[in-house]
């Protein structure tokens, strides 16, 4: 019986152990990176663990609730809201927040993200409601601006930032939709001719530019033609006129030559004068229309002209 007893006390012992080990356990709490534990003792607030290790007191404290410091993204059905000009329209909204105090989120409001869905709701019809139809649908980031500042400021009392948000979805009615189909086909039309008119007249303006070039270029070049044609035309008759001066001048050396051949020989100054008259003649070879001859030779040329008449006779 005393071992029996024994093996019961020592059994008792290990579960009592067991137990006192669990309890211990339970108490020893690690607080992860980007969370926070709130903790109350005996129903009311005690303290906010951080993180790393934490050991609460056994039965009387207990962690009221798991914050997550995280930035959270919570995305909210399309809201039916009405805009300055009566049109009803659904808005679907995206919101991303941060806890800032886990204490405040705790205990400031029953459901935070029922709040935030529901200021955000109510939010985003009073804004809605002061811009009309085009407004709403061209000033997305003004009214993302405008509505994280109110929430921001709504929600600061429940340990809660709002750091953005933004209108995921514009759903305006269905012929609301049609009639913005239709301008904005037509608005399409409108530039697709404009762009054409545009093209047009530039081709337009290229051609006549290409034609006036043309013209350009091709007075330019009747012009050098021209003037080509004019300085051949000029270089020809330079030739020809040096050519027959060279002629005329190796005439009149040969002429030259020829007297002072016949004067070395002793002729007189009749056959001198003669042989000049001669050289006059052939230096006019025909072309002349006028011949001044030297006084010298004028009697001469008279004596041989009578001669010639009485020879005829």
């Given at each position: 019986m005393n071992g029996f007893g024994f093996l019961m006390g020592f059994t008792?012992?290990?579960?009592?152990?067991?137990?006192?080990?669990?309890?211990?356990?339970?108490?020893?709490?690690i607080v992860p990176q980007a969370q926070a534990m709130v903790v109350e003792r005996l129903g009311a607030y005690r303290e906010t663990w951080s993180v790393g290790l934490h050991v609460k007191a056994p039965f009387i404290d207990r962690v009221a609730k798991r914050v997550i410091l995280k930035e959270q993204v919570v995305d909210f059905a399309p809201q039916p809201v009405i805009t300055k000009d009566n049109v009803t329209m659904r808005i679907d909204t995206v919101v991303f927040f941060q806890i800032t105090d886990p204490k405040l989120f705790t205990y400031g409001v029953e459901n935070p993200i029922m709040a935030i869905e529901n200021l955000t709701a109510t939010t985003l019809r009073n804004i809605i409601g002061d811009l009309e139809l085009d407004q709403t649908l061209t000033?997305?980031?003004?009214?993302?601006?405008?509505?994280?500042?109110?929430?921001?400021?709504?929600?600061?009392?429940?340990?809660i930032k709002v750091n953005r948000v933004e209108l995921k979805n514009i759903i305006p009615p269905a012929a609301i939709q049609d009639a913005m189909e239709k301008q904005m086909?037509?608005?399409?039309?409108?530039?697709?001719?404009?762009?054409r008119a545009e093209g047009e007249k530039k081709s337009t303006i290229l051609v006549a530019e290409g034609k006036k070039e043309s013209v350009i270029l091709d007075a330019e070049a009747d012009k050098q033609s021209a003037i080509l044609r004019a300085e051949a035309e000029k270089e020809?008759?330079?030739?020809?006129?040096?050519?027959?001066?060279?002629?005329?001048?190796?005439?009149?050396?040969a002429t030259a030559?020829?007297?002072?051949?016949?004067?070395?020989?002793?002729?007189?100054?009749?056959?001198?004068?003669?042989?000049?008259?001669?050289?006059?003649?052939?230096?006019?070879?025909?072309?002349a229309t006028k011949i001044i001859i030297p006084s010298e030779l004028q009697g001469l040329a008279g004596l041989v002209t009578s001669v010639k008449e009485l020879a005829k006779d």
């Open positions: 008792g012992f290990i579960i009592l152990m067991i137990i006192l080990l669990i309890i211990l356990s339970s108490c020893v709490k000033s997305r980031e003004t009214i993302n601006t405008k509505m994280r500042a109110s929430l921001d400021v709504a929600t600061d009392p429940w340990g086909k037509a608005e399409r039309e409108r530039r697709e001719a404009i762009l020809k008759r330079i030739k020809e006129a040096e050519g027959q001066a060279e002629a005329i001048l190796k005439i009149q050396q030559e020829g007297i002072r051949y016949i004067k070395e020989a002793g002729a007189d100054d009749a056959v001198l004068q003669l042989k000049g008259l001669e050289a006059f003649a052939k230096a006019a070879d025909g072309k």
